[in-house]
C-alpha cells in the first residue's frame, strides 16, 4: 500500500474514531457496510395497499397508469394504446421482456439502441415504490441507455413486486447477492425546471410514461 493510501486510511481512522489497520482494510469496509443501524425515519403515510398509493403517486408524477391482469396482455394493450400514435412506432424491447413468450405479431420489434424520435421503449421493472410512484431498473436487467433515449416510455411491473418505502427496494436488491452496474430510478416522464424555473418535459429522457401494473405473477 501506498504511503499516501496508508495517510488518508490513518486520517480517516482518526477522525472516524476507528482503529483500521491497513492490511485489513477490505475485512473493516465490509463489516461497516453490513453493519446494522437504526432504520430511518419513513413518512407518515396511509399504505393499506401499497399498489393503490404507487398507481396515485405515479399518477401525479405524469405517468399514465393501467392494470392488466396479465403478461400476455401487454402487447395487446400495446397494440391498443401505443401503436396507434404513430404509424412508424418501433418498440425496443429490454431482454427481461424480450425473454418473455409474447405475442408480438403486428408490432415492429428492435433490441438495438434508440436512436430517433417516435420511439417505444417496453421494459420490466425490477421494484415499485409506492410512497413516490417510483420504479427501480437494474442496468443487468434492462440497459440504462433504453430508458433515457426513447420518446415514450413503457413499464412493465408484477403487483407483488411494488413496495411501500424506497428502504424495501434496497432490501430486495440486497437480497440477490449481485449488484448491478447500475440502478435507475424513473419518476413518471422525464422533466425539469432547470431552464428560467418553466417546467420542460422530455428534456433528459422520455416525454411520455406508462406503467402496467400486472396482477398476477409473472
Not at 428560467?196 to 400486472?214: N, T
Amino acid at each position: 500500500m501506498t504511503d499516501s493510501r496508508s495517510r488518508i486510511i490513518d486520517r480517516i481512522a482518526r477522525s472516524t474514531g476507528g482503529n483500521f489497520s491497513a492490511d485489513s482494510l477490505e475485512e473493516n469496509f465490509k463489516a461497516l457496510t453490513v453493519k446494522h443501524t437504526s432504520p430511518p425515519v419513513q413518512p407518515k403515510m396511509e399504505m393499506s395497499d401499497p399498489v393503490a398509493t404507487f398507481i396515485s403517486e405515479a399518477s401525479r408524477n405524469g405517468a399514465r397508469v393501467a392494470k392488466l391482469e396479465s403478461m400476455a396482455q401487454v402487447t395487446q394493450w400495446l397494440r391498443e394504446n401505443a401503436n396507434n400514435t404513430t404509424s412508424s412506432a418501433r418498440f425496443h424491447l429490454s431482454p427481461s421482456i424480450l425473454n418473455q413468450a409474447l405475442d408480438w405479431d403486428g408490432l415492429t420489434t428492435t433490441t438495438e439502441t434508440p436512436t430517433a424520435a417516435e420511439s417505444c421503449g417496453v421494459v420490466q421493472a425490477h421494484t415499485g415504490i409506492a410512497e413516490t410512484g417510483t420504479v427501480m431498473s437494474l442496468s443487468d436487467e434492462c440497459p440504462s441507455g433504453l430508458l433515457f433515449l426513447v420518446e415514450r416510455l413503457v413499464i412493465v411491473i408484477a403487483r407483488e413486486d411494488i413496495v411501500a418505502y424506497q428502504e424495501d427496494a434496497w432490501q430486495r436488491l440486497r437480497a440477490r447477492n449481485t449488484l448491478p452496474r447500475t440502478v435507475n430510478w424513473i419518476t413518471g416522464p422525464s422533466r425539469t425546471a432547470d431552464i428560467e424555473q418553466q417546467i420542460q418535459i422530455g428534456a433528459h429522457g422520455p416525454r411520455e410514461a406508462d406503467y402496467l401494473v400486472i396482477e398476477k405473477t409473472f
